[in-house]
């Protein structure tokens, strides 16, 4: 096929993706197949060959993203039923005081929507929002605001949450250099959008605590809560191991023994299951649960992420046959002309697809699917993956409105109007997107 067919059948892929998802409310994994089926065919694969290219897809992104989500998620599950979660929130608070509680509610956000997933540390930490915004007479927004901004910040920047992890995934970026980015752009970005945008939305829109408050249970009833530094030492251990693998892999020679051990545990496989097992004890067994109870916990946490785990997959699956049909080298020979750097076209192409659809996962997936053909056609360093990874979260975290289920969660949470909503959740998602941005290119143009 020509160039310009090729662009058209990425394009045209992308539309019939959209309409699938906003029209006809087609579960997205499904539509992503199906997307991918029509992509094959048109792009000139073997009828008899698309079955075998789908396979492969989907065989080379799960291998990989079914473990690190799995695994990760049930750290987090042990992390909120061991009361972990609110022994942070409570610290924090403690430390910083309460005229500094922005800058705790935003670290909150961070450490813990790191292995918690998004709608479940909000559901937790928002009776903390309402407690001081009800003593203090603030705006709701002052509190809530900071809070949702370093959620955002680990949501989609911070391994090992799905949407990183799956853009790593289909990319081939190695999680070290993605958690490195995501930090360092993340911080700036949770501080800029919700300790400093908090305080000024709250001044012009005032929000009261909600009639109805929103509360939530767990497994900590007549147990001994968890230390503070246990709760973190957990949660930090797979980042820290990980971060090592990647600075080894760079200091170290290779052929070492140092650096192939170092390259064992600091697998995220390896990483995540030492502070899993760890997690099972110290938050488990030792706080008064039962062999029972620990295996329930973990069972439970897996009911939410099986659709993600599919999706994601679906996702490799959509990137595998553009790569089949030639797409990889339309979009090398695209982007060459338009001279866009491939970390704005990345965010550029996150935006439009979040916009569109809303599901910041889906807009991750899509893009990294897009991306992966142009990346297997170039050459790019390890760090650069790492920061491609995150450009696109952060393109996918822009402009949520009224099509995200996040903009309705914040909205019902925090008693707000749509135009409040518009006004405080999406400006303050936008902000977060763009100033995470602006830090990847600063360093990459500097660094890279």
Known sequence: MSTTALLLLTAGSIGVLLLLVITLRMQAFIALLVVSFIAAIVGGVPPSAVADA??????KTLGYIAVVIGVGTMLGEMIQASGGAGKIASTLIKVFGERKAQWALALIGIIVATPVFFEVGLIIFIPLVYNLARRTGKSLLYYGIPLVAGMAVAHACIPPTPGPVAVSSIIGADLGWVIFFGILAGVPAAAIGGVFFGNRIAERIHVAVPETLQHTTDDT????????AMVVSLIALPLVLILMNTAGQ??????????????????????LTAALLLAFYFLGIRLGFSADEVQRI?????EPVGMIILLTGAG??????????????????MMAATQLPILLFG????????????SATVAMVTSAGLLAPIIQNGSFSEPMLGAITIAVACGATVLSHVNDSGFWLVNQLMGMTEAQTLRSWTVMATIVGVVGLAVVLLVAGVWL
């Not at 009833?221 to 503070?228: D, I, N, Q, V």
């Not at 760079?250 to 990483?271: K, M, N």
């Not at 973990?298 to 897996?302: E, H, L």
């Open 298 to 302: 973990a069972t439970r946490s897996m």
């Open 54 to 59: 789908i396979t492969e897809g989907m065989g």
């Open 250 to 271: 760079i200091l170290l020679p290779e052929g070492s023994d140092l650096r192939d051990w170092i390259s064992f545990v600091g697998h995220p496989f390896a990483a």
């Open 316 to 333: 490799g699956v959509f990137g595998y046959i553009l790569v089949e049909t030639g797409v990889g080298e339309a979009l090398t020979e």
């Open 221 to 228: 009833e007549g147990r001994k809560a968890p230390g503070f």
């Open 347 to 358: 965010f550029l192409i996150a935006v439009v697809i979040r916009v569109a659809q809303g």
